[in-house]
């Protein structure tokens, strides 16, 4: 599959005189994991706020534009962009303590989330919301829970079951797993890769760690200090680094012993 779903082009965002976004210029094709990475403060987040314009009101987007299957979503009107934002590109936010409501039962929030866009009668919501949990292999009675009763990973298995349930075209998750320790950020790595292949979903995945990489992506595309200085399939942006902070990046990676630590491949 060759097909591109996103184009950003010339992206350059600022808040006041500080650019935090310089001519970056990228794309996503349909099916493929992309993931962005960089070191924090990069502008891995402002480059995906700015995908569903949702930037903050103090930055200021100086130039460029973003193609969702070949429409500027700078020129779409409100409506559209309502469409747009959860209906066809979903994203899971960095913040998942912050992102849901702590005094509202988890099954009353996937309702909302089931049912914001109209795309599902009220009659099918609680079959819908069954579906969404099992999809993150989640028990049914996880509805009745409120956020706090939950472990971390199962806050972030919501996030994702609730980013899923208008079955968007492209799914955005800003460091999903950071917040995880290693054996839980597996399990949804697992998770979300099984997903993905399942459906065919186009994914950018956002993280600062290349052993995170190298489980879940297709392609790579590396930032630093609002600008892509590399870009291409894992494979070669893996093997074969071109820029010396590409190389800095992948030295992070966890050493066990004198082998690197593999994260296990996802199957399938
Ligand atoms: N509201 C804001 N006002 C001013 N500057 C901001 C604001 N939000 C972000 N920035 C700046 O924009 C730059 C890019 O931030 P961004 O959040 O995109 O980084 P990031 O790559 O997502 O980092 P992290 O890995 O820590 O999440 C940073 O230098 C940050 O200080
Ligand atoms: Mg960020």
Redesign the pocket.
């Known amino acids: 599959m060759d097909e591109k779903i996103l184009e950003i082009k010339d992206l350059t965002v600022s808040?006041g005189e500080?650019r935090?976004i310089e001519d970056v210029s990228f794309s996503i094709k349909r099916g493929e994991v992309t993931a962005l990475v960089?070191?924090?403060?990069?502008?891995?987040?402002?480059?995906a706020l700015s995908i569903l314009d949702l930037l903050?009101d103090?930055?200021c987007r100086r130039k460029g534009e973003i193609l969702f299957d070949g429409k500027n979503i700078f020129d779409l009107g409100p409506e559209e962009l309502r469409d747009m934002r959860g209906n066809a590109i979903a994203m899971v936010f960095?913040e998942p303590f912050t992102a849901l409501n702590p005094v509202i039962r988890i099954g009353r929030q996937i309702a909302e989330a089931v049912s914001a866009h109209g795309i599902c009668p009220r009659s099918e919501v609680r079959e819908r919301i069954k579906e969404s949990l099992s999809t993150v292999r989640l028990p049914e009675e996880t509805v009745y829970q409120y956020p706090h009763e939950l472990s971390g990973g199962m806050r972030q298995r919501v996030m994702l079951s609730m980013a899923l349930s208008c079955d968007p075209a492209i799914l955005i998750l800003d460091?999903p797993t950071t917040a995880l320790d290693v054996s839980i950020q597996k399990h949804i790595l697992d998770l979300i890769r099984h997903i993905q292949k399942d459906r065919q979903l186009t994914v950018l995945f956002?993280t600062?760690d290349f052993s995170v990489v190298r489980t879940i992506a297709d392609k790579v595309c590396v930032?630093r200090r609002?600008r892509v200085v590399e870009q291409g399939a894992k494979e070669d942006v893996l093997g074969e680094p071109a820029c010396e902070y590409t190389r800095q990046l992948i030295a992070c990676i966890p050493v066990l012993g004198d082998k690197r630590e593999r994260l296990p491949v996802v199957d399938g």
Do not use: L, R, Y
């Open positions: 808040f500080n935090v960089g070191e924090s403060g990069s502008g891995k987040t402002m480059t903050p103090t930055a960095q460091e956002i600062h930032m609002g």
